[in-house]
């Protein structure tokens, strides 16, 4: 049980998950952010740590990443950051990135590092099911780390029950099968989708993630799942002019 | 076949698929499909027909007899440059549309580096009336300009990578995003032995017809199948890959893969990944790249665009950890002096991606009777301008 588990015990709709990356737009700005989310209502939140070839995502979030390496944010000074993440947050936390960065870390040091933070989960995109069972799972275990996999419109049944079974806080549900930093196609094909995994009745609560930039998009998503995901749209959000003192009018644009 | 893969996609402790769950059905697809139907006798019957009357094959193995005088031994040259299109790459891309009409996809995706890939893959989409779409970096488009004018003639689109360093590595991240936002009617066309499997191990069986031929065409020269010595460039190492495939499991072949050290390998400015690079993860396998304590891609150099890419397919990764093949490098320098040793004692301008691998002669030592063939994977007619800029011509 860490702090995800709680939270979806005790809030069944509308969750407001909110990604950033890590070092953008500046190197001390993480923790900041993460801070003023939590206090404009964001229910969770996601941190990306930046790689320079993020190939599941659009040009918003890979501007990002690149940004951020460039202001010289790697792994190290993330955890080093992340040192204060528990004195100044007390929602929980994911960190997102790619599987290189992590392995080069060392997988195991990586989950005691996350947990010794007091990070709850890690979204690893390209960090495959069988990988993950048979060479990570003990680590993760091992320190309470909930490992989230992704769900597409083309991820047929059996591997969505596979997933579920693996799964030990949420399932991360894409809007459609793309890049990040596209417009949720409100289309009888994605609700029709939506609708076929409700009914699967699945053990895991189920967060809907890409194309979520708006308020319209966020309802239609939480209509079918347990909460959503906004990337680009807040990313894209953080490069305009006085963004720390605007967030809580971005939360309240989303939430409405 | 010891060095093959095994069934979960992996040469030792190199390859399996990371790849995103958005890539996962496309993946798996191939990996359930593409061994029934590249097995299938109406497969193989169109694949060999069109390698003999539209590829031209087989290519010749040719005994180079003045390069055999200055080295003291019998060098025999693959002919990979006299195929259709100037290089071994049409020997994958006909392999893989004939998959791809069988998986009946509608669109073709492909990434290129120096453009050889992408000429490849325009042309037998053009022969098959299929839309082609090539990532390439920005400046690759820009130094390879005359390899983007035929893509444009043979009826594809070239889009540019302008993201990260706008070459090969950012042209491959397009590829894949491409994919990923049309995940049921495309096929990505993948260029070398790189990539989440099966892809290493399918381009690795388009290209092993040059080893296969080799073999045969040894046979008649020397009465011998097996030479002494193979040698070949790697850049992912598709050639390679072909090149050594048939000769794997006769250990008495020494295999020797040469790659690019650009300036140096100790200059900053290389792409010598065997030594450069340590293990990790990169376009889908795992495998060796170039890459910072943290894990971030390093950008390679090579003035070889075929060469300038900063991992090594996985199989070679697990070649050079198990010292089944030895991984030596060659600079900038060296390769273009070989490329016009090559010109002036055989009357064959080579690309200089295989340059490399005759650079290498000049630091062996046989004995009059070792038999030796070398890759030569292309022609150069796509680095004149190279080699006029260096020998001022």
Same mark, same amino acid.
């Given at each position: 049980m860490n702090r995800l588990n709680?939270?979806?015990?005790?809030?069944?709709?509308?969750?407001?998950s909110?990604y950033f990356t890590a070092g953008?737009?500046?190197?001390?700005?993480t923790?900041?952010?993460?801070?003023?989310?939590?206090?404009?209502?964001?229910?969770f939140l996601e941190i990306g740590f930046p790689y320079s070839d993020p190939v599941a995502d659009?040009?918003?979030i890979?501007?990002?990443s690149?940004?951020a390496l460039?202001?010289?944010m790697n792994l190290n000074l993330l955890f080093e950051q992340l040192a204060?993440l528990r004195?100044?947050?007390?929602?929980p936390v994911l960190l997102m990135g790619y599987a290189n960065p992590m392995v080069q870390y060392g997988v195991e040091r990586f989950c005691a590092k996350a947990a010794e933070v007091g990070v709850d989960g890690v979204i690893v995109p390209d960090l495959p099911m069988y990988e993950y069972e048979t060479l990570y799972k003990d680590s993760f275990a091992n320190h309470n780390i909930s490992n989230i996999f992704l769900v597409?419109?083309?991820?047929?049944?059996?591997r969505?029950?596979k997933i579920d079974e693996l799964s030990n806080s949420f399932i991360y549900?894409?809007?459609?099968?793309?890049?990040?930093? $596209? #417009?949720? %196609?409100?289309? !009888?094909?994605?609700?029709? &989708?939506?609708?076929?995994?409700?009914?699967?009745?699945?053990?895991n609560?189920?967060?809907?993630g890409?194309?979520? $930039? #708006?308020? %319209?998009?966020? !309802?239609?998503?939480?209509? &079918?799942?347990?909460?959503?995901?906004?990337?680009?749209?807040?990313?894209?959000?953080?490069?305009?002019?006085?963004?720390?003192?605007?967030?809580?009018?971005?939360?309240?644009?989303?939430?409405? | 076949?010891?060095?093959?893969?095994n069934e979960q996609g992996y040469y030792g402790d190199f390859g399996g698929a990371y790849i995103p769950e958005m890539l996962y059905?496309?993946v798996?697809?191939?990996?359930?499909?593409?061994?029934?139907?590249?097995?299938?006798?109406?497969?193989?019957?169109?694949?060999?027909?069109?390698?003999?009357?539209?590829?031209?094959?087989?290519?010749?193995?040719?005994?180079?007899?003045?390069?055999?005088?200055?080295?003291?031994?019998?060098?025999?040259?693959?002919?990979?440059?006299?195929?259709?299109?100037?290089?071994?790459?049409?020997?994958?891309?006909?392999?893989?549309?004939?998959?791809?009409?069988?998986?009946?996809?509608?669109?073709?995706?492909?990434?290129?580096?120096?453009?050889?890939?992408?000429?490849?893959?325009?042309?037998?989409?053009?022969?098959?009336?299929?839309?082609?779409?090539?990532?390439?970096?920005?400046?690759?488009?820009?130094?390879?300009?005359?390899?983007?004018?035929?893509?444009?003639?043979?009826?594809?689109?070239?889009?540019?990578?302008?993201?990260?360093?706008?070459?090969?590595?950012?042209?491959?991240n397009?590829?894949m995003?491409?994919?990923?936002?049309?995940?049921?009617?495309?096929?990505?066309?993948?260029?070398?032995?790189v990539g989440p499997y099966?892809?290493p191990?399918?381009?690795?069986?388009?290209?092993?017809?040059?080893?296969?031929?080799?073999?045969?065409?040894?046979?008649?020269?020397?009465?011998?199948?097996?030479?002494?010595?193979?040698?070949?460039?790697?850049?992912?190492?598709?050639?390679?890959?072909?090149?050594?495939?048939?000769?794997?499991?006769?250990?008495?072949?020494?295999?020797?893969?040469?790659?690019?050290?650009?300036?140096?390998?100790?200059?900053?400015?290389?792409?010598?990944t065997?030594?450069?690079g340590r293990e990790g993860i990169l376009h889908g396998s795992r495998t060796i790249l170039m890459q910072t304590d943290d894990g971030q891609v390093v950008?390679?150099?090579?003035?070889?665009?075929?060469?300038?890419?900063p991992g090594i397919?996985p199989?070679?990764a697990h070649?050079?950890k198990?010292?089944?093949?030895?991984?030596?490098?060659?600079?900038?320098?060296?390769?273009?002096?070989?490329?016009?040793?090559?010109?002036?004692?055989?009357?064959?301008?080579?690309?200089?991606?295989?340059?490399?691998?005759?650079?290498?002669?000049?630091?062996?030592?046989?004995?009059?009777?070792?038999?030796?063939?070398?890759?030569?994977?292309?022609?150069?007619?796509?680095?004149?301008?190279?080699?006029?800029?260096?020998?001022?011509?």
């Amino acid at each position: 049980m860490n702090r995800l588990n709680s939270l979806f015990n005790q809030k069944k709709n509308n969750l407001l998950s909110v990604y950033f990356t890590a070092g953008y737009p500046t190197i001390n700005s993480t923790i900041d952010i993460a801070e003023a989310l939590e206090k404009a209502g964001a229910d969770f939140l996601e941190i990306g740590f930046p790689y320079s070839d993020p190939v599941a995502d659009g040009p918003t979030i890979q501007h990002s990443s690149q940004q951020a390496l460039d202001n010289g944010m790697n792994l190290n000074l993330l955890f080093e950051q992340l040192a204060e993440l528990r004195q100044r947050v007390s929602i929980p936390v994911l960190l997102m990135g790619y599987a290189n960065p992590m392995v080069q870390y060392g997988v195991e040091r990586f989950c005691a590092k996350a947990a010794e933070v007091g990070v709850d989960g890690v979204i690893v995109p390209d960090l495959p099911m069988y990988e993950y069972e048979t060479l990570y799972k003990d680590s993760f275990a091992n320190h309470n780390i909930s490992n989230i996999f992704l769900v597409t419109p083309q991820t047929a049944e059996a591997r969505i029950r596979k997933i579920d079974e693996l799964s030990n806080s949420f399932i991360y549900l894409l809007s459609s099968a793309s890049i990040t930093g $596209g #417009n949720l %196609a409100l289309s !009888d094909v994605t609700e029709t &989708y939506f609708k076929r995994i409700k009914d699967m009745e699945l053990n895991n609560p189920i967060v809907i993630g890409f194309g979520i $930039g #708006n308020k %319209a998009a966020f !309802d239609k998503a939480t209509s &079918y799942a347990n909460g959503a995901i906004v990337g680009s749209a807040f990313v894209k959000f953080l490069a305009e002019d006085n963004y720390m003192e605007r967030i809580p009018e971005f939360v309240k644009g989303i939430r409405g | 076949m010891k060095y093959n893969v095994n069934e979960q996609g992996y040469y030792g402790d190199f390859g399996g698929a990371y790849i995103p769950e958005m890539l996962y059905p496309n993946v798996e697809e191939l990996r359930q499909q593409y061994n029934a139907i590249i097995t299938d006798e109406a497969f193989i019957a169109e694949f060999d027909q069109l390698m003999k009357d539209y590829v031209g094959r087989p290519s010749p193995l040719y005994l180079a007899k003045r390069l055999s005088e200055k080295y003291g031994a019998n060098i025999f040259l693959k002919r990979e440059d006299l195929n259709h299109t100037g290089s071994h790459k049409i020997n994958n891309a006909i392999g893989q549309i004939l998959l791809a009409q069988r998986l009946g996809k509608k669109r073709i995706i492909a990434e290129t580096g120096a453009g050889q890939h992408g000429v490849a893959t325009a042309t037998v989409c053009a022969l098959k009336g299929i839309e082609c779409v090539v990532y390439m970096g920005e400046i690759d488009m820009e130094r390879q300009a005359p390899n983007v004018a035929r893509m444009k003639m043979l009826g594809a689109k070239v889009v540019a990578a302008t993201s990260g360093s706008k070459t090969l590595k950012d042209a491959t991240n397009e590829a894949m995003r491409d994919w990923i936002n049309n995940p049921i009617d495309t096929h990505y066309i993948i260029g070398s032995v790189v990539g989440p499997y099966p892809y290493p191990e399918m381009v690795a069986r388009f290209q092993s017809i040059i080893s296969l031929e080799t073999k045969k065409q040894l046979l008649e020269h020397t009465g011998k199948e097996l030479p002494e010595y193979v040698l070949a460039c790697v850049g992912g190492g598709s050639n390679a890959m072909g090149m050594f495939y048939h000769f794997l499991d006769d250990e008495e072949v020494k295999l020797i893969a040469v790659e690019a050290a650009g300036k140096g390998v100790n200059s900053g400015r290389s792409a010598a990944t065997s030594v450069l690079g340590r293990e990790g993860i990169l376009h889908g396998s795992r495998t060796i790249l170039m890459q910072t304590d943290d894990g971030q891609v390093v950008e390679p150099y090579s003035i070889s665009a075929g060469l300038d890419y900063p991992g090594i397919g996985p199989q070679h990764a697990h070649l050079h950890k198990v010292q089944r093949a030895q991984y030596v490098n060659i600079t900038d320098d060296e390769s273009l002096e070989a490329g016009l040793l090559v010109s002036q004692l055989e009357g064959i301008i080579p690309a200089i991606e295989s340059a490399h691998a005759f650079a290498y002669l000049e630091k062996m030592k046989f004995e009059k009777t070792d038999n030796v063939v070398i890759c030569l994977s292309g022609r150069g007619d796509k680095d004149l301008s190279t080699y006029i800029k260096h020998f001022g011509f």
